[in-house]
């Protein structure tokens, strides 16, 4: 009998481990896609619509009401099985070179515990002094 409810009370110590570790694992996994998801937009937008040397010409506003239709549309995309994703654009200025983005996620861990990550990112295009 002794035997048996210390093999039960090792198995529940058991189970409760691997239900902590994957959901810590869970929780880095997806800290981590988010982090690159955002960064990886954010670059590629700032690539395709940030030009340093035709700033009077591509018009400002459109431009960049464009790049910041494109990060919600690619974040959305790369991020679309999070149902409460929250998207924050703080800065989206073509002209200058500067997109800062904020995402918010509520994720339930196995445990039933429920967390919120962010992940905000400023990408900042470098240019000379003689531009």
Known sequence: MK???LGIIGCIIVLYTAMLSLGIYS????????EKCLSQV???VMDKYYLPHDT?????????T???NDVLEDIKARLGDCDN???TIYVCDMDK?????????DLELPMGIEKHLSCTKTI???????D
């Open 3 to 5: 035997n048996t409810v």
């Open 27 to 34: 929780l880095y996994i997806h800290k981590n896609q988010m």
């Open 42 to 44: 954010l670059y590629g």
């Open 56 to 64: 009077a010409e591509t018009g400002g506003a459109l431009n960049n």
């Open 66 to 68: 464009a790049a910041r």
């Open 85 to 87: 994703l929250n998207t």
């Open 97 to 105: 070179g500067i997109i800062s983005a904020r995402i918010e996620n």
């Open 124 to 130: 900042i295009a470098d240019r000379g002094m003689d």
